[in-house]
């Protein structure tokens, strides 16, 4: 029969608490949300550069609407942006539930 000795670190309370919240919360929810919002606030200025110069160089009806996809370019980005956050709060709340209910 193998006997299996536990590590200092499994036996450590700190580390025991403290892993799972760093894997949890920094390298599945934090670190892709950080990673999102930086993607898309480049995506936005580059929509927002090519928009302006669409305006300066066509016509004002071109230029309308050139601004009005931009919005919405925009409020999509966004709206990724805060539907990724919910499902990540969501999948961290009912991870964090099951850890305290089965240890």
Request: with cysteine; charged share 15%; aromatic share 10%.
């Amino acid at each position: 029969m193998a006997y299996v000795e536990l590590t200092d670190l499994a036996v450590d309370h700190i580390y025991v608490r403290l892993y799972p919240w760093l894997i949890d919360c920094g390298l599945a929810s934090v670190l892709p949300f950080l990673t999102l919002v930086v993607l898309n606030a480049s995506l936005v200025r580059e929509v927002r550069r090519s928009s302006h110069y669409l305006q300066r160089h066509v016509t004002s009806s071109v230029s309308t609407t050139t601004h009005r996809e931009e919005i919405q370019i925009s409020v999509m980005l966004i709206s990724v942006v805060i539907v990724f956050f919910l499902c990540q709060v969501c999948t961290a709340s009912a991870r964090r539930r099951r850890r305290y209910l089965f240890g």
